[in-house]
C-alpha cells in the first residue's frame, strides 16, 4: 500500500456559547481547523484532524498547517502509510519541528491501518477499557459569578470535572476559584488553569489564597522552572500542559516532582503516534494523563476518544469531547457525550466520515 495524495480541507467550527476566553486577554469566537485525507493505492482513505487554539497558544497557527503540508506532503508520497515509525522519521527528516502540522497526516495514517486491519484504533493503541471514560468541561474567562453559573449548568449535563479559565488579574481569579468552589457536590473536581498567563508573584499569591481551597493548579507560569517554583510553594495538586511535548519534558517532570497529572495533547506533540510514546511512559511511571488536543471537530475528537479509551482508568484523569463545544458537525460517526461521559468507535479506523459539504472544497492538493 503507498501514499498517492494528501488533500486538505478549511472548515470554520463556531463555538455555542459565542466566545472562548482563556489568559492573556486572548479569545476565540470561530475555530478555523483543518481536515486531512491522506489516500492510497488500496482505495483507502485515512482522515486527520488539526486546530489550533488560535495563534497565541502555543507556536502554531491555522494557516501554518496548511502550508506546512505543501511543504513535507510531496516527500511522503510513495510510503506506505502503515509503517508510522518510517512515516514519522520521514516527516521529522522533511520539518524540523512543527509537530502540529504533521498531526494530521499522523492520524489519517492510523484511520488507515484501522481501515486496512479492520480494528477500531482503541485496538491497536492497546485496547479498550471499559465502556466509556469520564470528561471534563473547560469554562471560558468570564466574571466569578457567571463562570459559576457554568459550572452547575454543566454538572446537569452530566460533567463531574471543571476547568476553570483564569490566568489574568489575580485577585479576579481568586474570586473566581472561591464562587466555583462554592458550587462543587462532593466527587466533582475543579481546575484552576491560567495558561501561563500568570507572573511568578502573581501565581504565588493565588496559589497561597487558595490553599484550603480543593483545587489543581495548571500551569500558571510560561516557563517549566517558573511552574517548578509554584509548584513546591504549595499543596495542592498540580498540572502540566503546555510545556510537556515531549519524552523527554515528562522524564525531566517526573525527575524533578514537578507534577502529579500531565496533559497530553495530540497534535502538540505530532500525532497519534508520540502520543501514544508519551502515553505509555507516563503509564509506565503512573503519571495521570488528561488526554485531549489543542481543539477540534468530530474528527479530532475521535482521535482523542481513541487514545483515551486505550488508556488504563486509574491513569486517565480526563479527556475532552470538543465536538460538542461547536455548532458543526463535519464528519459522520464521530463520538458524542452520554450524561459527561464518551466512547470510542467500535468501527474500523476511527470510525468517521468527513461530511463533503461541511468540509468543502479542497484547499491544499498534494499528487504525484
Known amino acids: 500500500m503507498k501514499i498517492t495524495a494528501i488533500r486538505a480541507h478549511r472548515v470554520e467550527l463556531p463555538l455555542h456559547e459565542g466566545t472562548y476566553k482563556w489568559s492573556g486577554g486572548n479569545a476565540v469566537t470561530i475555530f478555523d481547523s483543518t481536515v486531512i485525507a491522506v489516500e492510497t493505492d488500496a482505495g483507502i482513505t485515512g482522515y486527520g484532524e488539526v486546530c489550533p487554539l488560535g495563534s497565541a497558544y502555543l507556536p502554531s497557527y491555522a494557516e501554518g498547517v496548511r502550508t506546512g503540508l505543501k511543504e513535507i506532503g510531496p516527500k511522503l508520497l510513495g510510503l506506505d502509510p502503515r509503517d508510522l515509525a518510517v512515516l514519522n522519521q520521514r516527516m521529522d527528516q522533511a520539518m524540523r519541528g512543527h509537530p502540529y502540522v504533521k498531526s494530521g497526516i499522523d492520524v489519517a495514517c492510523w484511520d488507515i491501518l484501522g481501515k486496512a486491519t479492520g480494528l477500531p484504533v482503541v485496538t491497536l493503541l492497546g485496547g479498550r477499557f471499559g465502556a466509556d471514560f469520564k470528561l471534563y468541561r473547560a469554562i471560558s474567562q468570564e466574571s466569578p459569578a457567571e463562570m459559576a453559573k457554568r459550572v452547575h449548568q454543566y454538572r446537569a449535563e452530566g460533567y463531574t470535572k471543571f476547568q476553570l479559565k483564569v490566568g489574568s488579574d489575580p485577585d479576579t481569579d481568586i474570586d473566581r476559584i472561591k464562587a466555583c468552589a462554592a458550587e462543587l457536590q462532593r466527587g466533582d473536581v475543579l481546575i484552576a488553569d491560567a495558561n501561563t498567563g500568570w507572573l511568578m508573584h502573581e501565581a504565588a499569591r493565588v496559589v497561597d489564597a487558595v490553599r484550603d481551597i480543593d483545587v489543581y493548579i495548571e500551569q500558571p507560569c510560561m516557563s517549566y522552572e517558573e511552574c517548578l517554583a509554584i509548584r513546591r510553594r ?13 519524552l523527554a519534558a515528562v522524564l525531566k517532570g517526573q525527575a524533578d516532582l514537578a507534577m502529579d497529572v500531565i496533559n497530553l495533547k495530540i497534535s502538540k506533540v505530532g500525532g497519534l503516534t508520540k502520543a501514544k510514546q508519551i502515553r505509555d511512559l507516563c503509564q509506565a511511571l503512573g ?8 481543539w477540534g471537530g468530530d474528527i479530532a475528537t475521535s482521535a482523542i476518544a481513541h487514545l483515551a479509551h486505550s488508556t488504563p482508568p486509574e491513569l486517565l484523569f480526563s479527556a475532552t469531547d470538543f465536538n460538542s463545544y461547536v455548532t458543526r458537525s463535519i464528519a459522520e460517526g464521530g463520538p458524542t457525550r452520554n450524561h459527561g461521559r464518551m466512547a470510542a468507535s467500535t468501527a474500523p479506523g476511527l470510525g468517521v466520515t468527513p461530511r463533503a459539504e461541511v468540509i468543502g472544497p479542497t484547499v491544499v492538493n498534494i499528487t504525484g
Not at 504549595?234 to 515531549?246: G, K, M, Q, Y
Open 234 to 246: 504549595t499543596a495542592r495538586p498540580f498540572i502540566l500542559d503546555e510545556v510537556i511535548d515531549s
Open 287 to 294: 503519571i495521570a494523563m488528561t488526554i485531549e488536543d489543542t
